[in-house]
């Protein structure tokens, strides 16, 4: 069992910048994929970040693409979402996951078998 627990939502105005955290309670965690995910009022989950086990691969949803960054720290069981020039479509609460059964990066929510509790990012416009 992984326990996955996000910090770091709030609100911001647009253009401001956050930095999500999700610490995970087992040191296995450096052997697993990671991802962030978001959902909006009324829309479906959708992805915005991945990273492989090394940190050495990410991926980005187009829509976060050159505006946030995923990064991970092991010795610290954490992984990060820095999020910059934030606008109101990122309005979400967003959901970092873990998938222990692969090293590699994934965007497809299934894939992912451990998720956090979600923290509220509001952007005000």
């Known amino acids: 069992q992984v326990q996955l627990v996000e910090s770091g939502g709030g609100l911001v105005q647009a253009g401001g910048s956050l930095r999500l955290s999700c610490v995970a309670s087992?040191?296995?965690?450096?052997?697993?994929?990671m991802g962030w995910f978001r959902q909006a009022p009324g829309k479906e989950r959708e992805f915005v970040a991945t990273?492989?086990?090394?940190?050495?691969?990410?991926d980005y949803a187009d829509s976060v693409k050159g505006r946030f960054t995923i990064s991970r720290d092991n010795a610290k069981n954490t992984v990060y979402l820095q999020m910059n020039s934030l606008k109101p479509e990122d309005t979400a609460v967003y959901y970092c996951?873990?998938?222990?059964?692969?090293?590699?990066?994934?965007?497809?929510?299934?894939?992912?078998?451990?998720w956090g509790q979600g923290t509220q990012v509001t952007v005000s416009s």
């Open positions: 996951a873990a998938d222990p059964s692969s090293r590699y990066t994934s965007y497809l929510a299934h894939e992912y078998y451990y």
């Open positions: 087992r040191r296995t965690f450096s052997s697993y994929a």
């Open positions: 990273i492989d086990w090394s940190g050495a691969s990410t």
